[in-house]
Structures are given as C-alpha cells and as structure tokens.
C-alpha cells in the first residue's frame, strides 16, 4: 500500500507514479521557457553563443547526474541479488549441519529450516505491506525457534563438531539481517531531489532556446519524454516491490525443491 502521507516517497519510490510525474513537470518547465519568457528569448537570440555554452553544460550535467545515479541503483540491485544468493546457500549449509545434531534436534532443525526458507521465499515474491508483515513476524518467531534448536544441545554438548551447526545457524541469521539492510539502502531523497532540479532547469532552457515555440511543440517533448523514461529505469531498478524489474528467488526456490526432493 502506498502512504498519501510521504509524498516525496510517493513519487521517487514509486515507478509508475514517477513516470507521469515527470513528463508532465518536465514537459511543463520546456513549455513554460518557451511561451512565457519572451524577453529573455530575445536575449538569447543576441547571445545565441554563450546561451549554447551554458545549454550544453546543464544537458551535460544531467547527462553525469543520471549516469551516476543509475549506477547507484544498479549496484544496490546487485546487492539485493547477491544477498539472495547468500542467504539460499547459508540456509542449505546448515540443512546439512543439521547432521552434527543428535538425531531428535536435527529433525527438528530441519523441519524448522523448511518453514523458514518458505517464508524467505514469500518474502521476495509478497508485494503487500499486510502479508510482508506477517511474513516477517513469522520469520522472526522461526529464528528464535532455530537458534533455540541449536543452542539447547550446544549448551549440553559443547563440542567442536556441535559449534559448526551452531555457526551455520548464525550465518543463517545474519544472512536475512544483510539482505533486510540491502532491501532499504535506496537512493537517497536528496539525490532524487538533485537530479530533479537539474532536468527541470535543462528543459527550461532548452524552450527558451527554442526559436518558434508552436512550430517546436513536438520537439519539445522529446527531452522530457527521454529523461522520464531514464527517471522510470532508475527508479524501476532501485525499487524492490513497486518496480518491474524485481530480484527472483531462484537459489531460494531452487534450494527449496532440492530439499523437499530429498
């Protein structure tokens, strides 16, 4: 669900809603520089060398400030993936550690880790805030559940061979702690903010620059049509649930049905 009440997260967090949102407000400052600032188009005209210096270095601008912020959410795309990875080979490890287990405690660790990798399954593929509640709640009860299965017979047994399961369920542990930080490092507001200010003034000025603002009304939706579909990739990318692009659980499920295979 959204929440009406943030509005910047409304927009930058939210592909669908940026897309339109800045075509529309892009379009509108190229319109706005054509039609409205007829004094300043004469200027321009007088000053048409300087004018194209100061264009071309905002566009360029632009250019970098996008690039770079695209590289920000590809990374943290990665991130989320490789985590994904992690997390499907910590939970099989100690499946199999399970083993170093008197038999009673690895039966139940295992039963307890099958109901935890579904849950780490619906985690990626839930998309509503009241189900991901759930989810994690549940999650959080089957990890109490897992180290209490593990710390019971360490504290009995404290052996070497015994420490290796209890390591591989902290591993587990940690692995969801890493890939929760990974699923709320975003692209800070800051920079959506940045980067927003910048196309609006490029589209400023290039319908200043524009010479015939009836006879350049199409072209004038060019740039802002260009950068909103940059804006929507961007945010496509850095958005785990809203967006399109979304990480799949493949080495969850596929460790999953290997198990439940066995």
């Known amino acids: 669900m959204i929440n009406l009440g943030d509005y910047p997260l409304l927009v930058f967090r939210h592909p ?14 190229a319109w706005i520089g054509a039609s409205r600032f007829k004094e300043l188009k004469t200027q321009v005209a007088e000053l048409q060398d300087d004018f194209g210096v100061i264009q071309g270095a905002t566009l360029t601008l632009l250019g970098l400030i996008i690039g770079f912020t695209f590289s920000m959410a590809l990374g943290r795309y990665d991130q989320r993936k490789n985590y994904e990875e992690q997390e499907a080979n910590a939970i099989g490890t100690e499946y199999v550690r399970a083993d170093l ?4 405690d690895a039966a ?21 805030d009241q189900q991901l509640e759930q989810i ?5 009860i089957l990890q109490a559940e897992l180290w209490s299965a593990v710390r019971v017979p360490a504290s009995a047994q404290p052996t070497p061979v015994i420490a290796l399961a209890v390591a591989g369920m902290n591993d587990v542990l940690n692995s969801q702690g890493y890939t929760q930080a990974a ?6 507001i800051a920079a959506w903010s940045l980067m927003a200010a910048i196309a609006i003034c490029s589209t400023m000025l ?17 740039l802002p049509l260009v950068v909103s579909i940059a804006f929507f990739l961007i945010a496509d990318i850095d958005s785990p649930r809203q967006g399109v692009i979304r990480v799949i659980p493949q080495n969850l499920l596929s460790l999953s049905q290997s198990l439940r295979a066995q």
Not at 101 to 104: E, G, H, I, R, T
Not at 136 to 140: G, R
């Open 16 to 29: 669908l809603i940026l897309f339109p949102v800045s075509f529309f407000v892009l379009w509108l400052s």
């Open 101 to 104: 287990l008197p038999a009673a």
């Open 108 to 128: 139940k660790v295992r039963g307890l880790l099958l109901s935890y990798l579904n849950q780490r399954v619906l985690f990626y593929t839930i998309h509503d």
């Open 136 to 140: 994690n709640a549940k999650t959080a």
């Open 183 to 188: 699923w709320w490092n975003r692209i800070p």
């Open 206 to 222: 290039v319908g200043i620059g524009a010479r015939n603002a009836k006879a350049n009304s199409r072209l004038l939706l060019v």
